[in-house]
């Protein structure tokens, strides 16, 4: 397995396929939940696709994004899935790692924002994220806005 972060010009288009079937399997087919998965954010310069790959697969994903892009003064995370055949690897701890590590290499010192389904609130609490919302629902799903402080470097 080997993670890749790339931006949208980067991505092959074997990788582009693949990153995409896997949004669409999380999201809208096993969740089953018609959404525009195609929203323009991935074709922003500054984001960064996450993938960890296992040969031609890709095991989990995650993108991160410019401020400005989701949110107006904070960089983002978003669409963070496991492929449902590799959810018992815990790969979930690695990709938020990775992200939050690619996030703030990006943007130091300015706190990250999610969108994040409720059921998840206490997995991203893990990684120091608070909720600053109440509960809403994002195409008929449960969400709440998370942030997370900046993280003070350790001497």
Not at 29 to 34: A, I, L
Not at 46 to 74: C, F, M, W
Not at 92 to 118: F, N, T
Request: glycine letters at 4%.
């Amino acid at each position: 397995m080997e993670w890749q972060v790339a931006s949208f010009s980067q991505l092959d288009s074997y990788t582009l396929y693949a990153m995409l079937q896997l949004r669409v399997d999380v999201f809208v087919v096993e969740q089953n939940c018609p959404y525009p998965e195609l929203d323009n954010k991935d074709l922003d310069p500054q984001t960064r696709h996450i993938l960890l790959k296992k040969g031609d697969k890709i095991l989990a994903y995650a993108r991160v994004l410019a401020p400005g892009v989701s949110y107006e003064h904070n960089p983002a995370l978003g669409r963070i899935c496991v492929s449902q055949t590799a959810r018992r690897l815990a790969l979930g701890r690695g990709l938020m790692d990775k992200a939050l590590a690619v996030a703030s290499s990006c943007w130091p010192d300015q706190e990250i924002r999610i969108s994040a389904q409720c059921y998840l609130q206490r997995f991203y609490e893990s990684f120091g994220f608070v909720a600053c919302s109440e509960p809403y629902l994002e195409d008929n799903i449960p969400h709440l806005e998370m942030i997370r402080p900046v993280v003070a470097a350790q001497n």
